[in-house]
């Protein structure tokens, strides 16, 4: 962990009472070396490059309905194969098959994971 660019925060303790009181867990705290903030902050971005949006699935109920992700009103949906994505306005967003679907919270992320916008988007 990276706080204000200025501590670095690294070690495995886990913020809960658990950890506080009872486990053994180890935590170090270091301040005042700018070139390994600097490394770290380079670690973090370079793997939040390839990272994916979590969206929690809604629980199935008695009902049998299939979970649906859990997400903002305007979501965008890659395709897997193409790398490209459609907003929810462009054709074929309804139509797209839901197992080569990855959602993404807004456009930025997308492009971020190397997708593009599909050519018949507005």
Do not use: W
């Not at 907003?87 to 993404?104: E, R, W």
Request: charged letters at 20%.
């Amino acid at each position: 962990m990276v706080i204000d660019s200025t501590t670095i925060i690294t070690g495995s303790f886990n913020f809960t009472k658990a950890a506080e009181e009872k486990n053994a867990e180890n935590m170090l705290v270091i301040t005042d070396v700018p070139e390994l903030v600097q490394a770290y902050e380079a670690h973090i971005r370079l793997h939040a490059g390839h990272a994916h949006l979590y969206l929690r699935q809604a629980v199935v109920g008695s009902s049998g309905t299939t979970p649906a992700a859990v997400s903002g009103e305007r979501e965008i949906h890659g395709n897997k194969k193409s790398k490209m994505y459609h907003l929810p306005d462009c054709p074929g967003y309804t139509g797209m098959n839901p197992t080569s679907v990855m959602t993404f919270a807004h456009e930025a992320q997308a492009q971020q994971a190397g997708y593009r916008k599909a050519k018949n988007c507005p």
